[in-house]
């Protein structure tokens, strides 16, 4: 699989990235690193380039590397100019939504929770918090604990949860024998297992947070609970809220706060269309919804842009269950055709169907096809594993995390946690026992420093997309199953229709990095 870039961004800050510019010659740094001494003046020696690197590092000569906030982003080698049918998903993809929608979604359902499953009033009193949960965290259904796991199935100490409350990392390594979560508690399948639950989507955050509030809740009041009872009445709440159309309601009265115009997307669709290629939108939402979206985004004329659009598809078993036929929803009546279906035809609206039936019907099948989505598992997952589309991730937060890696600030915090793990690394190598206190000193500042790093994201969970070295298991997923990701589907526009995106060569932990041949290239350019 192919390293992306939130996977190698920050070990491109690499020794070599660090001298790349310095006073300090990369050779004799290498070579300082590496020279055999004795224990005494090795110490000596480690702490004369501790405070030579940390000046360089801190000097303000560095020059801060930039990536594009509305960039692409690649997984795996993709040539456009082979793509002639591009699909969408409408919530969070055609359509971007403002917070304010996630603190409908909370409201509405608190209130369920009161109304309907009788839980004390005074948990209304609990403020939606939108910087607290984080796309991807995992919720220990058992033990009622939220946390950030890395690709490698450790949680990442300091981003857990019981309600509002940190978690100390004795505990947790108690409850799990360490850090790592066994494949039998996070469960085989995208989704989780029967302990763990992950939740992946925009849509999910107010969720969690509604989870945190009314857990915190119990836990403050001391009033017995199980977290499994708690999680699953929660959820089943914000499913009212989406089923309901108590939902799609509130947003279709309150479009100006709720939905966020961009023109940039537009011009994208307009793009494609003139360019010639087909487009199609397959969404679980019904048609009501994504018409009066869509003419709000639009325009009144958005579906003589689309070949093909499919509502109510209830994905993700649009693309695995065969046994959902295809109806016609009739615009003027507001009710499905009862009659079979054997053409998908342009200025009409199909509900429900499976994806066997909708290749059968247009002949699209492969890697002509490009579908973009939100949802890494429902949106992508399938579509690329079972039948070879290539797919694309829209994910908002990672505009806003690329404006974080892009801060001179920030940069150097990296650059110094490398350059002190390299330090600690020839220290432990090299002075023996005599080591263990300079060891020890410097491993409390690697702490702090992997501390302000994840709090530079989110002060509870850090980045999506790293934990300290590690991907999390949310971006290993987003490898796994998209070929390109970007904040917005507009971000297209900074690319031709014939474009060729190319994956960074990665570096392996055993191989020789080239990252200084990709500067110097920038350099010239």
């Given at each position: 699989m192919a390293p992306s870039f939130l996977t190698t961004t920050l070990t491109r800050l690499s020794l070599k990235t660090l001298f790349h510019q310095s006073k300090l010659p990369l050779r004799a740094a290498v070579l300082a690193l590496h020279r055999p001494s004795s224990?005494?003046?090795?110490?000596?020696?480690?702490?004369?380039?501790?405070?030579?690197?940390?000046?360089?590092?801190?000097?303000?000569?560095?020059r801060a590397i930039h990536n594009d906030p509305h960039g692409i982003f690649t997984n795996n080698e993709l040539d456009l100019a082979g793509i002639n049918v591009y699909g969408f998903d409408f919530d969070y993809t055609l359509a971007a939504y403002s917070q304010q929608v996630h603190r409908t979604i909370y409201q509405r359902a608190?209130?369920?929770?009161?109304?309907?499953?009788?839980?004390?009033?005074?948990?209304?009193?609990?403020?939606?918090?939108?910087?607290?949960?984080?796309?991807?965290?995992?919720?220990?259904?058992?033990?009622?604990?939220?946390?950030?796991?890395?690709?490698?199935?450790h949680v990442q100490e300091g981003t857990v949860y019981q309600g509002l409350r940190p978690v100390d990392s004795k505990k947790v390594a108690e409850?799990?024998?360490?850090?790592?979560?066994?494949?039998?508690?996070?469960?085989?399948?995208?989704?989780?297992?029967?302990?763990?639950?992950?939740?992946v989507d925009l849509f999910a955050i107010p969720e969690l947070?509604?989870?945190?509030?009314?857990?915190?809740?119990?836990?403050?009041?001391?009033?017995?609970?199980?977290?499994s009872c708690v999680f699953y009445d929660v959820r089943g709440a914000v499913?009212?809220?989406?089923t309901s159309g108590s939902l799609h309601k509130t947003i279709s009265e309150n479009l100006d706060s709720h939905v966020e115009k961009n023109d940039s997307i537009r011009s994208v669709v307009n793009r494609l269309y003139q360019g010639k290629k087909k487009l199609f939108l397959i969404t679980n939402s019904p048609y009501w919804f994504v018409d009066l979206g869509m003419v709000y985004i639009y325009g009144k004329d958005w579906q003589e842009m689309f070949d093909v659009v499919i509502t109510n598809a209830r994905k993700p078993k649009f693309f695995t269950d065969d046994s959902r036929l295809f109806r016609i929803y009739d615009k003027s009546t507001h009710t499905y055709s009862y009659e079979k279906v054997t053409k998908l035809e342009k200025g009409r609206v199909y509900a429900e169907g499976n994806m066997s039936l909708f290749k059968q019907l247009t002949q699209w099948n492969g890697a002509e096809v490009l579908y973009f989505g939100d949802h890494v598992y429902s949106d992508l997952a399938e579509p690329y594993l079972r039948h070879g589309w290539r797919t694309a991730a829209i994910l908002k937060e990672l505009e806003h995390e690329i404006r974080i890696m892009n801060r001179k600030e920030f940069q150097e915090l990296v650059r110094w946690k490398l350059a002190l793990e390299s330090?600690?690394?020839?220290?432990?190598?090299?002075?023996?026992?005599?080591?263990?206190?300079?060891?020890?000193?410097?491993?409390?500042?690697?702490?702090?420093?992997?501390?302000?790093?994840k709090n530079a994201f989110n002060p509870f969970f850090g980045s999506i997309f790293r934990t300290h070295s590690n991907p999390t298991y949310f971006s290993r997923r987003l490898a796994r199953f998209s070929d390109i990701y970007m904040s917005s589907l507009g971000n297209l526009l900074n690319y031709s229709i014939n474009h060729t995106f190319y994956p960074r060569r990665g570096t392996l932990a055993h191989e020789i990095s080239f990252d200084g041949l990709r500067h110097n290239l920038n350099d010239a350019v």
């Open positions: 224990h005494s003046s090795a110490i000596a020696s480690l702490n004369e380039l501790y405070n030579s690197y940390k000046d360089q590092i801190y000097s303000g000569s560095n608190m209130d369920v929770l009161i109304s309907q499953f009788k839980y004390p009033k005074e948990i209304a009193r609990s403020k939606y918090n939108p910087d607290f949960a984080i796309r991807g965290l995992h919720f220990d259904v058992k033990r009622g604990l939220m946390m950030k796991i890395d690709s490698f199935h409850y799990y024998k360490g850090f790592h979560v066994p494949l039998e508690e996070i469960g085989p399948n995208y989704y989780g297992g029967p302990t763990m639950v992950q939740l947070t509604l989870v945190a509030n009314v857990l915190n809740f119990f836990l403050e009041a001391n009033i017995p609970h199980d977290s499913q009212s809220v989406h330090l600690i690394e020839k220290a432990a190598r090299e002075c023996g026992d005599d080591g263990y206190d300079i060891i020890q000193q410097w491993l409390r500042e690697r702490e702090q420093l992997a501390k302000r790093t």
